[in-house]
């Protein structure tokens, strides 16, 4: 049972930077693509970024194209999320899986850009 913990979440003023983690469990992580979800308050969970298996292939939601970057450690188990020019409407909480997703979902971490 694969695991999921993100981490690097917090406060931070419009224009600022946060990097996030996300430290997975398992043996299936190398060989599975994997991605960044968000979830506003009131609003349904959508995609932010995903990158292949092997790093050298990434996509991104058009609304975050140009300011987040999406990497990937196999040899640590981790993917993480470097999110700079930091929006009000980047608020959210932040989560990691699969992609698409195919695994329990983690309990996130809370983004918060204030103006």
């Known amino acids: 049972q694969v695991q999921l913990v993100e981490s690097g979440g917090g406060l931070v003023q419009a224009g600022g930077s946060l990097r996030l983690s996300c430290a997975a469990s398992g043996r299936t992580f190398s060989s599975a693509p994997m991605g960044w979800f968000r979830q506003a308050p009131g609003k349904e969970r959508e995609f932010v970024a995903a990158?292949?298996?092997?790093?050298?292939?990434?996509s991104y939601a058009d609304s975050v194209k140009g300011r987040f970057t999406i990497s990937r450690d196999n040899a640590k188990n981790t993917v993480y999320l470097q999110m700079n020019s930091l929006k009000p409407e980047d608020t959210a909480v932040y989560y990691c899986?699969?992609?698409?997703?195919?695994?329990?979902w983690g309990q996130g971490t809370q983004v918060t850009v204030s103006s």
């Open positions: 899986n699969a992609y698409p997703p195919r695994l329990g």
């Open positions: 990158i292949s298996w092997s790093g050298g292939s990434t």
